[in-house]
């Protein structure tokens, strides 16, 4: 699986961005799909995850700003961000969990980093 994460960049504190993550996918299926967030100096966190069933879960800092949404004609995942604070700045990474076809052992992986930055 590999992902191909996109719209990241420089906004004022209250703006808004959106983030797109493409998923290419031979020979697995989608579990899951979701986004991560890193800073210099701490763990990678938990940001939205959505599942193959639309089941959504955010981070209790994001709750009622972030929507993270899934298309799964096109293999895309995408989080948009709403009313962005400073703390939001990090870099973001898009997450999948997948299985082989016919296996239940589930592999996890990683697009490449979408930096966010939200000024004050």
């Known amino acids: 699986v590999q992902l191909q994460a996109s719209g990241g960049g420089l906004v004022q504190a209250g703006g808004s961005l959106r983030l797109s993550c493409a998923t290419t996918?031979?020979?697995?299926?989608?579990?899951?799909l979701g986004w991560y967030r890193q800073v210099p100096g701490k763990q990678r966190e938990l940001v939205a995850d959505i599942s193959d069933g639309g089941t959504t879960k955010y981070a209790e800092s994001v709750e009622g700003r972030f929507t993270i949404s899934r298309d799964n004609a096109k293999n895309t995942v995408n989080l948009q961000m709403h009313s962005l604070k400073p703390e939001d700045t990090a870099v973001y990474y898009c997450?999948?969990?997948?299985?082989?076809?016919?296996?239940?052992?589930?592999?996890?992986?990683w697009g490449q980093g979408a930096k966010v930055t939200v000024s004050s």
């Open positions: 996918r031979t020979g697995f299926t989608i579990r899951g």
């Open positions: 997450h999948a969990r997948a299985t082989r076809w016919g296996r239940s052992y589930v592999n996890e992986f």
